[in-house]
Each structure stands twice: as C-alpha cells, then as structure tokens.
C-alpha cells in the first residue's frame, strides 16, 4: 500500500503564487506517473497536471503557462507549482499516483490540500 500526503495547500491573494507537495511512502513513486487533481465545490473533479515517469508533463488548458509539474524520484515528492493564481483556482487539490504492475494498474490517492485564493 502506498500512503501519500500532499501538503503546501492555504489562503493566496490572486496573482500570488504557491507550490504543493505530493510525498509518498515506499518505493513505487519512481515507477508511477503522478497527477494532480482538483475538486472544487459542486464540480466533478478534474485533471490539473500530470507526469509521467519519463517527465513527459500535460497540463490542463486553464493553468497552461501558469503551472509547473516536477517530481523527485529520489526523495518520492512530486511537486505542482501554481503562479499568477485566481479565485478559480479554488479547491481541494489531490495527488494521485498511477502504477502499472504485472499488466494491472494501480491508482493511489492523498487526502488532498485545500486552495483558496482570495483577497
């Protein structure tokens, strides 16, 4: 079982920046490709950014040239960097971590950090 803790979640002024954490327990965040995932109230939740073990990264289109998504294999942390944020920017992020092993996938998830920005 893999135990992840996103952290670094908390109340921004727009156009204020932050970077959340994703840590994971054990020895599979090398061999996972890692997502972030945002939920805000009354929406379905929705893919952020993702990356894969080769650092291959998609983002979605709303925070395109406002994120950065990294991962450090060596310490199990991944990292989401979010700048020039809006209040759009609202909700309860979550780390998710997918495995492939012996042909099945294994998808882990945190508790999530909440983000709120507001003046």
């Known amino acids: 079982q893999v135990h992840i803790v996103e952290s670094g979640g908390g109340l921004v002024q727009p156009g204020g920046s932050l970077t959340l954490s994703c840590a994971a327990s054990?020895?599979?965040?090398?061999?996972?490709?890692m997502n972030w995932y945002r939920q805000a109230p009354g929406n379905q939740r929705e893919l952020v950014a993702g990356i894969s073990i080769y650092g291959v990264t998609i983002f979605e289109d709303s925070v395109k040239g406002r994120a950065t998504i990294s991962r450090d294999d060596a310490k199990n942390t991944g990292y989401l960097q979010l700048n020039s944020l809006k209040p759009e920017d609202t909700a309860i992020y979550y780390c998710?971590?997918?495995?492939?092993?012996?042909?099945?996938?294994?998808?882990?998830w945190g508790q999530g950090t909440q983000v709120t920005v507001s003046s």
């Open positions: 054990g020895s599979a965040f090398s061999t996972a490709a």
């Open positions: 998710n971590l997918v495995q492939t092993r012996l042909g099945r996938q294994f998808d882990y």
